[in-house]
């Protein structure tokens, strides 16, 4: 599966309505890595294509990209101060951003770790 181009509009109704909601609630079906990136970004060009490797790689883990040019709101709520960050959202546990571009062996052991580890 493509990695999938994210709104504020889509992350209400797909990941979270920080409109509505005060505590962090998932509402996605599969876990999911949030890339917030911006086109002019060297290290986000770098990790662009690791992505879309990983994103067919786990087809159990959803993959979506923010352009935090476009979309500000978003860059805001999460209060992004570099790029790329990532958000990292597990089905049932806090989400956790990590900032920098990570190489594909650390994303990949996040991703079997934290978001598809089943938990006790």
């Known amino acids: 599966m493509p990695t999938i181009n994210l709104t504020a509009k889509k992350f209400k109704t797909d990941i979270f309505d920080y409109t509505t909601e005060q505590e962090w609630k998932f509402i996605g079906d599969k876990p999911a890595i949030i890339d917030f990136y911006a086109d002019w ?36 709520v999460f209060q992004i101060r570099s790029i790329p960050s990532m958000l990292f959202i597990p089905m049932d546990k806090q989400p956790m951003m990590q900032a920098g571009a990570l190489p594909k062996h650390v994303l990949e052991e996040v991703i079997t770790k934290e978001l598809l580890a089943k938990t006790e």
């Open 41 to 76: 970004c060297g290290p986000c060009k770098m990790v662009a294509p690791i992505l879309e490797e990983l994103s067919n790689e786990y087809p159990d883990v959803k993959i979506y990209k923010v352009d935090t040019e476009t979309e500000q709101e978003l860059s805001a």
